[in-house]
């Protein structure tokens, strides 16, 4: 946790004691200490019982929520598109206020809703809403690469626990609700009433907060929580990290509970996460009996949840974010809502000097292109009577050789039945630079046109081709990664299982392999030649252990299932072109496999009986791999990403 402090412009001891640390731009956390707190209510809905104690680890959450002017910034720096307005749309006021017999609801999904297209006023330091589950996960993702710090949604546990404290409130300020003589959040009040009527949920006419809709971050300081957060109650309510499930908590784990596991293969649309703290739109929840009351929905007691589909948006929904030393940013299960990114670890430049791009026959259509001194991804080429389509393209720098290469591979036998057209497709096994870097100069041709046996085009024909965007293919995932670059990087066509193109005789079938390199893996089968491309699934030749870039969704235990499920679909003779490295075959792929399984199974077994990270290391990987780990990945390197993953849970 000490990182978070490093990585401070400033940190000083706010007014309650606890320690504050200024990151910049707004983005300011408070720490809260290691402890037990009680979590639910008794006098609360059933999905609040039982209260139940939770030991957490110390954190660090954000004072404030993330406000409109936060999100802008994010999206200004990568072009991102929320889930509403990439077609979810988002729950919004129609204007159509209910008369007293209609029962319908006035909040309904607005297809021209989103966070930047809000039906009511809104300055940059109020709280941002109409944002999906997914947009939080995909901004705690650009927050984390732009801090270099492990920014996520807190958990449930987490948020309650800085909303009340331990002394038993039920709301951040103490006991009692909002009342006229003091009014420490912004609900449905007055002025609500007024402009909405009278029918919308449970407001209180009797408060008039000075809003009548969402208000500045830090409008209430009276509303504090006991750890000096401010508007945990009212004003938007927050997306948290874990699912929601009613009876969650009779199961509970006692620390450091994450929320159910999510199930596997079920759409976003139907897993509800969990929404707390309610809104401008919500009531206190406690009526003047101080009997807790279920009408109205949402409310703002601290200890109050309720769960929505994590990839809809409403306007009185936001996030704000944390970091607590244990989880790593993430994308969240289905990333075509998106990922922030910058440049990973993985894609750190080498010294491209003298490079030279070697080219090699595979089998059939097939050749490769391989960079000297193993700098960069090798590129797989399909070259035949429909022209060129490239698996790869290494870095920007090595642009010229790489087209000079391919302008110089053979065309097809029959140039004039159906001419060589020149390079027409790039698919990218995964957003790494040194595999993708080339995207920019490629698809606008640079250099890859006709060849010279090919018929001459006249200089209009060359220079459309000149400026025309070759289609880039990858992942789902991979888009979203590639946005901190210029739009000519891109992919212009995605996909999340599998891709055919029907190109130079046979097909090419591109099969999506996300979470084990990293969450975007794509393999490449050219059908009809024999050959698959692995991308860095499998790195050939070189004394290295495998590599998984663990801050771009990658796992250890992942590549291991990714291997297994490829093994069948691959032919026994089959010609295998890795992500780096010469040639490989099928028995090579086994030979990975093995490795993977007996150094997975050496790290959980030391692991499961309680040895430190750093006493594995020490004691090493069986003698076997003695000779490994000269190569990308040292044995060290390779034993702490299986004790990472192990660690989160990824089977």
Same mark, same amino acid.
């Given at each position: ?20 640390? $200024? ?28 209260? &139940? $104690? ?22 200004? +720096? ?23 017999? $209609?029962?319908?609801?006035?909040? @309904? ?14 300055? $940059? ?40 404290? /331990? ?6 300020? #103490? ?14 009040? @007055? ?16 408060? =008039? ?7 500045? %971050? ?5 509303? !504090? ?14 997306? %948290? ?31 509800? @996460?969990?929404? !707390? ?30 769960? +929505? ?51 090699? &026959? /595979? ?36 642009? =010229?050789?790489?087209a000079a290469a391919l302008a110089a591979l053979p065309v097809s036998e029959s140039p004039a039945e159906r001419p060589n057209r020149g390079l027409r497709f790039i698919v990218n096994t995964h957003h790494h630079d040194d595999h993708s870097d080339g995207n920019a100069a490629l698809s606008h041709g640079h250099g890859v046109h006709a060849t010279e ?32 670059? *210029? ?9 999340? *299982? ?13 099969? *999506? ?5 990293? =969450?975007?893996?794509?393999? /490449? ?5 024999? /050959?698959? &491309?692995? #991308? ?16 771009? #969704? ?17 032919? +026994? ?33 030391? @692991? ?14 069986? *003698? ?28």
């Amino acid at each position: 946790m000490d990182r978070v402090s490093a990585h401070a412009i400033s940190v000083r001891a706010n007014e309650l004691g606890y320690k504050q640390a $200024d990151l910049g731009d707004g983005h300011v956390l408070v720490h809260i200490p290691a402890g037990t707190s009680a979590m639910g209510s008794e006098r609360g809905l059933d999905d609040e019982r039982p209260v &139940h $104690d939770v030991e957490l680890d110390d954190y660090w959450i954000g004072v404030y929520p993330v406000t409109v002017g936060q999100l802008a910034a994010s999206v200004d +720096d990568t072009g991102y598109e929320t889930d509403a307005e990439r077609g979810q749309g988002s729950w919004q006021w129609t204007g159509e206020v209910p008369g007293p017999d $209609d029962e319908g609801d006035p909040w @309904r999904p607005m297809q021209d809703g989103a966070w930047n297209n809000i039906y009511f006023d809104q300055g $940059d330091d109020h709280p941002v809403g109409s944002v999906s589950w997914n947009d939080a996960q995909a901004f705690c993702a650009w927050l984390s690469a732009r801090l270099e710090l492990p920014v996520v949604l807190p958990t449930e546990a987490q948020w309650e626990k800085a909303a009340h404290g /331990v002394d038993g409130r039920i709301y951040p300020w #103490g006991k009692e609700p909002p009342s006229e003589r003091e009014i420490q959040a912004n609900l449905a009040d @007055r002025s609500f009433v007024s402009k909405y009527g009278p029918n919308t949920r449970r407001p209180d006419d009797s408060i =008039d907060d000075g809003f009548v809709e969402t208000s500045p %971050v830090d409008a209430f300081p009276s509303g !504090r929580s006991p750890y000096g957060v401010y508007d945990l109650a009212g004003n938007l309510g927050e997306w %948290v990290y874990d699912i929601h499930d009613r009876d969650y908590y009779e199961g509970s784990p006692a620390r450091n509970p994450t929320g159910p596991e999510r199930p596997a293969g079920v759409p976003d649309g139907d897993i509800d @996460r969990v929404n !707390r703290g309610g809104s401008w739109i919500d009531w206190a929840g406690v009526d003047s009996s101080g009997v807790v009351r279920p009408e109205g929905g949402h409310s703002i007691r601290a200890a109050a949840r309720t769960g +929505d589909e994590q990839n809809s948006s409403d306007d009185h929904m936001g996030l704000r974010v944390a970091i607590d030393g244990l989880r790593e940013a993430e994308a969240g299960p289905v990333v075509s809502a998106s990922i922030f990114a910058a440049p990973s670890a993985a894609s750190q430049k080498p010294d491209l000097s003298g490079v030279e791009i070697l080219t090699q &026959h /595979v089998a059939g259509n097939v050749y490769m292109l391989e960079a000297t001194g193993d700098v960069a991804g090798n590129i797989g080429v399909s070259v035949g009577p429909d022209g060129i389509l490239i698996v790869d393209d290494q870095w920007a720098e090595l642009a =010229d050789q790489v087209a000079a290469a391919l302008a110089a591979l053979p065309v097809s036998e029959s140039p004039a039945e159906r001419p060589n057209r020149g390079l027409r497709f790039i698919v990218n096994t995964h957003h790494h630079d040194d595999h993708s870097d080339g995207n920019a100069a490629l698809s606008h041709g640079h250099g890859v046109h006709a060849t010279e046996t090919a018929p001459e085009a006249d200089e209009a024909d060359q220079a459309e081709r000149a400026v025309a965007l070759i289609p880039i293919i990858a992942h789902d995932n991979a888009r979203p990664r590639m946005l901190h670059k *210029a739009p000519e990087h891109w992919p212009v066509i995605t996909f999340n *299982a599998r891709l055919s193109l029907y190109f130079n005789g046979e097909e090419i079938r591109a099969l *999506a392999m996300p979470g084990g390199h990293t =969450d975007n893996d794509v393999v /490449v089968f050219f059908t009809g030649s024999n /050959v698959v &491309h692995l #991308g860095d699934l499998l790195d050939s030749g070189i004394s290295s252990f495998p590599v998984t870039d663990l801050d771009a #969704g990658g796992s250890a235990l992942r590549i291991l299932s990714n291997i297994e499920t490829l093994l069948p679909l691959i032919p +026994d003779d089959a010609k295998l072109i890795a992500g780096h490295g010469p040639l490989a075959d099928k028995a090579e792929l086994h030979r990975l496999r093995d490795k993977l399984d007996e150094t997975i199974t050496t790290v959980r077994d030391a @692991r499961d009986k309680g040895t430190s990270l750093e006493e594995i290391q020490e004691a090493g990987l069986p *003698a076997k791999y003695d000779d490994w780990g000269y190569g990308y990945m040292s044995a060290e390197g390779w034993i702490e990403m299986i004790y990472r993953s192990l660690g989160a849970g990824d089977a």
